[in-house]
């Protein structure tokens, strides 16, 4: 049988998978009034502040979606690794994906009352930026170990 806290999380990755912008209304339901959203781009505060990160990102991508790979609990915090698949709006570049880890704190409610993304930007963004993507693979492959 599912603790709480499991059953909180697996309806959040559900709402995650199939995020539409027409759901952005609804995040109310799932995000307490004075909830934190952080990402590497993003530390909002409220629900006005997370319902907009998440229409930019629909108004910048095309085909956005994410897929939830593992999810894991402890006490009233949820884990979840997920995959999250878009193309930029108006480029004609291909499908890009980027791999992270969600960490969501859920209050006394059921509501997420933080949610931080760890993933990075470099890896599913800026690498393929014309004059930044090049430069930021050599900096990595000169950092690196050079270990394969």
């Known amino acids: 049988m599912k603790g709480a806290t499991e059953t909180k999380l697996a309806r959040y990755c559900a709402l995650f998978a199939n995020l539409r912008p027409e759901d952005l209304d609804r995040l109310p339901e799932y995000f307490s009034a004075d909830a934190r959203f952080k990402d590497p781009f993003n530390d909002v505060r409220g629900v006005a502040a997370?319902?907009?990160?998440?229409?930019?990102?629909?108004?910048?991508?095309?085909?956005?979606?994410?897929?939830?790979?593992?999810?894991?609990?402890?006490?009233?915090?949820?884990?979840?690794?997920?995959?999250?698949?878009?193309?930029?709006r108006g480029q004609p570049r291909p499908e890009r994906e980027v791999e992270g880890v969600s960490r969501v704190l859920f209050g006394s409610d059921g509501r997420v009352v933080e949610h931080v993304d760890y993933w990075d930007p470099v890896e599913g963004l800026y690498d393929g930026l014309p004059l930044l993507g090049p430069l930021l693979r050599y900096v990595r492959q000169r950092v690196s170990a050079g270990i394969d």
């Open 50 to 88: 997370v319902q907009a990160v998440f229409a930019h990102m629909f108004a910048a991508t095309e085909r956005p979606r994410f897929e939830i790979l593992e999810q894991a609990v402890t006490g009233a915090t949820g884990f979840v690794r997920w995959r999250f698949r878009f193309a930029p």
